[in-house]
């Protein structure tokens, strides 16, 4: 009983950084730019620690709204840097701005005393001892980019999918993606404070790469990257607990191996389809 009234908390926020982000990554995979929440994160972590350097405490204020500004900079560095003719790839603005993020944040954080601490909080977070009220506060910035997303699904999704289509038609594609990429550093920067870096990362990509895997249609990869997202956080928390282990990195091994799962499977789902058309093949 102990330990479920422990993980009743955690085991929530998990189930709604799942949710979000298992749609966040769907227009991550399709868009090819699968780095970029990373490095949003990463930015919104070097934000962080302008603050702490600051005097401010991580949980406070001040140091979520500079998270969130460094976040809405970045986003809009990605919005811009999309080049029609494709001179400098997006992927490779996004992962240069993630290593400066990273580069700059430690060299900030090694001006702190507990530096060492901050650098480890930062990439794993300290999801095992998040309270109901974080949640709470999370689950409603979450909604609400969830309702703005709803509204604009169908600008979203096309170009998302195919970007040829959409200017065709004549959409300021700069535009559409400013707001796509302010509201992912929105719901990056409150997952930061929860989960840290490398977490997040993970809730954004592994859900959704394993169901794009199996399924074609958008309804099917969210219901198969929520229940993805359930059993990782169930195991990875129980895990964690078990075996006196860090939340955060028992939470990212597990989905780690759910995906190694999914890729056998499905690895073995296509030889027993060529084997079957081979043997069916005219001799």
């Not at 998270?67 to 240069?96: C, H, K, N, T, Y």
């Not at 980019?145 to 600008?155: A, C, S, T």
Request: one cysteine or more; aromatic letters at 12%; glycine letters at 10%.
């Amino acid at each position: 009983m102990d330990i479920l009234h422990l993980l009743a908390a955690p085991f929530a926020a998990c189930l709604v950084l799942a949710g979000i982000h298992c749609y966040l990554g769907l227009h991550v995979v399709s868009r090819g730019v699968i780095f970029v929440d990373l490095a949003l994160a990463q930015v919104a972590a070097f934000g962080g620690a302008v603050a702490l350097l600051a005097g401010f405490e991580l949980d406070s204020g001040p140091a979520y709204f500079l998270s969130l500004v460094f976040a809405l900079l970045g986003a809009a560095v990605f919005a811009v840097g999309r080049f029609r003719d494709e001179r400098i790839p997006q992927e490779a603005i996004i992962g240069i701005t993630y290593a400066v993020a990273s580069a700059a944040a430690i060299l900030l954080l090694d001006r702190s005393p507990h530096g060492a601490e901050e650098i480890k909080a930062m990439l794993l977070g300290n999801i095992l001892f998040v309270d109901w009220p974080l949640v709470g506060k999370t689950l409603l910035i979450y909604a609400a980019v969830g309702l703005v997303h709803y509204l604009l699904r169908d600008r979203f999704f096309l170009i998302s999918s195919d970007i040829a289509e959409a200017r065709r038609r004549g959409w300021r594609i700069w535009w559409w993606d400013l707001i796509f990429y302010a509201t992912f550093g929105l719901v990056v920067t409150s997952s930061v404070r929860i989960a840290g870096v490398l977490l997040v990362f993970t809730y954004l990509v592994v859900p959704a790469a394993c169901a794009v895997l199996f399924f074609r249609t958008v309804a099917a990869r969210l219901a198969a990257g929520w229940i993805l997202g359930f059993l990782g956080s169930v195991v990875g928390l129980l895990l964690s607990v078990r075996g006196d282990l860090p939340t955060g990195a028992s939470i990212v091994t597990v989905f780690g191996l759910l995906l190694l799962i999914c890729a056998a499977f499905q690895l073995g789902i296509l030889r027993i389809k060529d084997r079957g058309g081979a043997n069916r093949a005219p001799k």
